[in-house]
């Protein structure tokens, strides 16, 4: 049966990249902003800065630690012995292309109507839904889809009650005190240093062996903590530039605090879109890896096949590209709506919400970031941070989530037979 | 899915209770100079200065309706949402009760006797700075929300309303004063006068009053 694989090969290939590209210019075009848009909101940074930002560490966190959550896509979900693939390959490389597609289109009318809806819960219920109606139940590995749903309940949860915490470690260290403006200066540099330490820590312990290379713990401390010194010797000199300057803090006392933060921010906007791409860009590429491996192969599948660099590229390539098109516009409307997030509370909810995706990327888990960075919001509102939060939203995400996993299967179904018709 | 990130920001109630406030206590002072128009029977500059406060007090009633409108039960709050809004209708009371005097004095051409004005522009004064404070109490409401209504700055907070609550006391003690005065005087005044002149010297006293309130409501936001 693999003639099929052979015939039509390339033509599985390139069908596979559009999607593949298209899906990640769509991650580019909304997700990305959702990240970037609580630094711009906060004036921490510019908008072209933000998109810089973006492509950088988008792409470095898909490189470095993207490997687990694109192998948990590409060959997690599905068992690929029951599945019957070894008889059949190319069931798998419609499958991929079903779901891709499938969560494009859906991704791309949701976000029209502006649904809060998540690029991972929809190609979750694309690839669960082709793999349920098109091949079998039990070409599911159900514990690995449970862990997910039950991650994107956990996670928003986790980072909201990191968020909590680090907020609640701003206003005793620096809000609270005497002379904040002074005590922001001395604390801001050890919190820049968190940052870098946490995500590089996470990233080497968990990730990087899809890049082949290997650390021991203590060889991964050591870096981590070099990172993050160097990530502070930066903001050190960042920070030297800013003066308390008592005109501004005229109206509002803690102008110059703020000011402090928003440096802080600078990094925090960093590792978002670092824990963005490590998590989020396996969306797109981990469905083009799966068709990439069984085509390469011939129609044999082989789970252990790395992770091509091309692939990676063109995920990458596919984000920037959706971020420079259309992404900049939703990165400016974001920014405009969340003014209310100021430096010290935004760091806070980045924070928080970076570290638990990345995380879950090193677990291999698919998360919202989107919803993540909600949870994380709600945390700081509850250290009674934030001047008004709307919950609708909440209920509105939940709501979401019922919508989207099935619509993303039906419309995964629906190509899924169509392509079997075409090639089969 | 853009959307989900900024819909969960609300518009924070903070911004327009301190535009209110502003508001109300721009009441206060406008009645400062009707009451002086007043004493100089000046009737038109004294009308113009009405029409003023009545149109300020509608603005105050338009920025109230909204902020009430903004303030679903959904929304979540640093603070309880019931005491944000009594916070808000306390400050309402002072701009209607700046109207109501303006209009009662104008309604009636009612003059101050010669002999009360300097004890009534002192009286009116020390009200006037009640409100003054009160305003800049509630100017502190950010800085509150930035602290997470802690520390420090509760503290400072505190302290202004304490300074508040002594300058709502001096009103009373003027008070106290000033109708003794009108009293050893009633006889030789029209009785009616003399009646509204209670009133509106009680009137001039809600003013401190309010502004009082105004601090004490804000203390129950920032008590816990």
Known sequence: MSDIISQYGTIFLIMACVFGFFMAWGVGANDVANAMGTSVGAKAITIKQAILIAMVFEFAGAYFAGGEVTSTIRSGIIDIEKAGFADSPELLVYGMLSSL?????????????????????????????????????????????????????????????????????????????????????????????????????????????????????????????????????????????????AAENEDFHFSSVEKVFGVLMIFTACSMAFAHGSNDVANAIGPLAAVAGVVRSGGEFSEQSGLPFWILLLGGGGIV?????????????????????????GFAAELAAATTVVVA???????????????????????????????????????????????????????????????? | MSSSLSALFGRSPIRPIQEHMAIAHHCVELLGKFLEASFLKDWDAAFALQQEIRNQENLADDLKSNVRTGLPKSLFLPVPRTDLLELLSTQDKLANRAKDVAGLMLGRRMEIPESLVAEVREYYNESFLASKQALKVINELDELLETGFRGKEVELVEGLINELDELEHQTDVSQVKLRAKLFALEQSLPPVDVMFLYKIIDQIGDLADISESVGARLLLLIAR
């Open chain 1, 101 to 245: 597609l499938a969560a494009g289109i859906w991704l791309l009318i949701a976000s029209h109507n502006g649904w809060p809806v998540s690029t991972t819960h929809s190609i979750i219920g694309a690839i669960v839904g082709f793999a349920v109606v098109g091949i079998s139940t039990d070409a599911v590995v159900w514990s690995k889809v449970w862990s997910i749903v039950a991650s994107w309940v956990v996670s928003p949860m986790c980072s909201g009650i990191i968020a909590f915490f680090i907020f609640r470690s701003v206003q005793k260290l620096v809000l609270e005190t005497d002379d904040p403006f002074t005590n922001a200066k001395k604390y801001v540099p050890l919190y820049i240093f968190m940052v870098g330490f946490i995500i590089a820590m996470v990233t080497l312990v968990k990730g990087l062996r899809y890049v082949g290379l290997n650390f021991s713990f203590s060889q991964s401390l050591g870096i981590a903590v070099a990172v993050g010194v160097f990530a502070m010797l930066l903001g050190v000199l960042l920070l030297r530039g800013i003066k308390e300057v």
């Open chain 1, 361 to 424: 990327s090193g677990t291999g888990i698919p998360v919202s970031t989107t919803h993540t960075l909600v949870g994380a919001v709600l945390g700081v509102g509850l250290a009674r941070g934030i001047g008004a939060l709307n919950l609708t939203v909440v209920s509105r995400i939940f709501l979401s989530w019922v919508v989207t996993l099935p619509v993303g299967a039906g419309i995964s179904i629906i190509f899924f037979f169509l392509f079997k018709a075409i090639f089969s």
């Open chain 1, 321 to 345: 590209a959706g971020l420079a098109m259309w992404g900049y516009k939703v990165i400016a409307t974001i920014g405009r709506n969340i003014t209310e997030l100021t430096p010290s509370r």
